[in-house]
């Protein structure tokens, strides 16, 4: 049994009949399944918003979704989700409310926490970003010296980094092509010395993103920025209101670093990291693309979240996306899932999803404490499609493992391209479109043989095809698009949290390394003795001081 009472996941009938239709369907090909549904290509096919989902490709039948659902009714998905969007505390082990829906509601809805609507809060916020978004785009907002800022440069690591920095590349296009933004994150030297070493002090504005204002990596590197711009400026400390800004729910530690609280733009606990982009911590992709443009992204994340409120189980996408996950992770053992953008912008939009669904679904115990007994979140992985044609595609292709694929791809390019450079969109697509259906149908012996290949090398030829993908597809990359995606996976993400009954948002896993990291450094710059170091440890430190010189 579970905690609430219900009846564990790998004991329920939905579960058993899952794994019997499995069994059934042995070795299904997906080109027997469109041979006996001529309408599946468009009727396996969902809209939401400006998003075009075809699951066409997908190792399912009608059969195989229905019993899907049926998991997921068994599992409690729309109760959790309910309780979610309430406002409930669903993080069991921090004890926290999850409201990252609330970040994009419209001004005049209510959700509560603890009583309190927080949406006016959340407005307010809004506002103050739009406010100081507006002043430094102007130029009406200048630095210590009077002049106005050009250099946007955002300190933060995991969510407080990989969400605008990913959107800041989606929506290049949007952007004011006279301001320059960099993302450090990494506490190695290199990232803030590569960030920084072309700028002018007098011309760059910091904005140290962190939830908890105490996360090593960030304040480390926004110490060592301060000493940059101090020393660049003549050392008088009263630049630092001018040129650092804060985004954190913490204000005592951001007001102990010595950034004015007037300019800490704040969030709040019930926030997770990875689920925060569209909080204040946008506030760097804000002054890029401007509180109007912000605002349309917060709109296409909260047309998603109606979805996938409202809409019914057979329609629900974000369910559907989830519910395939759950069907090759746990009934195929795929380990991981590839995601493939068919866009130069969305370069980073794989790395974002990695920390999205591996933080949150990467547990082994269930939401009681007890070890899951079924295979929890898999490994995200992917890079633009071109590009990974000519890696590692191979391996998807006619390797030994079942890898399911997301394609991302947009009718129109956006941006100021040349026409000349616009034309080539065509062929970028048909790449996508030719993937999917290689993956999908493969190549049978007889049709290699048929090519007149010899017989010795009709094997290495032949594709198995039946690799599963879905394909979503929009008009352009736009920022109401952008939200509408991430809001997509992020529902998804919790969708799969549901059923494997886990808290999909915690991190306890990353604690472990923080704490021996501030173990081990004194024995790397002191020779310190750290006790109870393991010896294979203590022999790497010892090497690494000899190599150091020290
Ligand atoms: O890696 C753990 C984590 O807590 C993430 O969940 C979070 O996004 C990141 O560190 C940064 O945390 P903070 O915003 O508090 O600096």
């Known amino acids: 049994m579970n905690a609430d009472g ?42 939401v918003g400006d998003l075009h989902i075809d699951y066409s490709k997908q190792l399912v039948t009608d059969e195989t979704l229905r019993l899907l659902r049926e ?30 829906t609330a970040l994009r509601a419209p001004r005049g809805a209510v959700i509560e926490v603890d009583g309190e609507n927080v949406v006016p809060a959340v407005h307010a916020v809004l506002d103050r970003m739009a406010g100081f978004a507006g002043r430094v785009r102007s130029g009406e907002w200048t630095g210590h010296t009077g002049r106005r800022i050009r250099n946007v440069v955002n300190i933060g690591i995991g969510g407080s980094d990989l969400g605008p920095a990913m959107a800041y590349e989606a929506l290049r296009a949007f952007t004011d092509r006279s301001l320059t933004f960099r993302f450090v994150s990494n506490v190695d030297g290199a990232d803030l010395h590569e960030a920084v070493r072309d700028l002018d002090p007098a011309e760059t504005l910091f904005i140290v993103a962190s ?7 960030t304040i480390t590197n926004a110490t060592s920025a301060r000493t940059w711009l101090l020393d660049g400026l003549g050392g008088d400390e009263k630049a630092v209101a001018k040129h650092f800004v804060a985004l954190s729910t913490n204000a005592e530690k951001v007001a102990g670093f010595g950034i004015d609280p007037a300019n800490m733009f704040e969030f709040w606990d019930w926030v997770g990291g990875r689920y925060s982009f ?19 992204l917060l709109d296409g994340f909260h047309l998603v979240d109606e979805h996938f409120r409202t809409a019914p189980a057979e329609a629900n996408a974000p369910l559907l996306l989830g519910l395939l996950g759950v069907w090759y992770g746990n009934f195929f053992d795929a380990q991981s899932h590839a995601v493939l953008p068919y866009s130069h912008y969305l370069s980073k939009f794989t790395a974002y999803l990695q920390q999205l669904d591996m933080e ?6 269930d939401r009681a404490g007890r070890p899951v007994e079924w295979q929890t979140g898999p490994v995200v992985w992917g890079t633009p499609g071109t590009n990974g044609q000519h890696a590692y595609y191979q391996l998807i292709h006619q390797g030994t493992k079942l890898i399911p694929a997301d394609f991302i791809g947009f009718a129109r390019p956006v ?7 616009k034309a080539q969109h065509d062929l970028l697509m048909a790449n996508l479109f030719a993937q999917g259906q290689a993956l999908a149908f493969g190549k049978t012996p007889d049709e290699v043989r048929a090519e007149g290949v010899p017989e010795e090398l009709v094997a290495h030829k032949t594709f198995r095809g039946n690799h599963p993908t879905t394909t979503i ?17 992020e529902h998804k993400v919790f969708v799969q949290g549901a059923v494997w009954d886990i808290d999909s948002f915690d991190q306890w896993g990353v604690e472990l390394g923080k704490v021996l990291a501030k173990r081990v450094e004194p024995a790397l710059t002191e020779g310190a003795d750290v006790p109870g170091l393991d010896a294979s440890t203590a022999a790497l430190v010892a090497t690494y001081r000899e190599l150091r010189g020290r």
Do not use: C
Not at 289 to 294: N, S, T, V, Y
């Open 6 to 47: 219900r009846t564990r996941l790998n004991q329920t009938p939905e579960w058993t009949a899952l794994a019997k239709h499995r069994e059934e369907l042995g070795e299904v090909q997906l080109r027997q399944l469109f041979a006996g549904d001529p309408g599946r290509g468009s009727g396996y096919t969902l809209r």
């Open 71 to 100: 998991l997921a009714a068994a599992t409690g998905v729309f109760g959790l989700r309910d309780a979610m969007l309430r406002g409930e505390r669903i993080n069991v082990t921090e004890d926290r409310a999850v409201l990252h």
């Open 211 to 217: 939830k908890t204002f105490t996360t090593i990596e």
């Open 278 to 296: 569209d909080s204040a911590i946008g506030l760097s992709l804000m002054i890029a693309i401007g509180a109007d443009r912000f605002r349309e």
């Open 360 to 365: 949150s679904n990467g547990k082994s115990v």
């Open 415 to 421: 941006g100021e391209l040349s026409e000349e450079l």
């Open 473 to 489: 597809l929009a008009a352009e990359l736009t920022p109401s698009v952008l939200g509408q995606l991430i809001a997509l996976y």
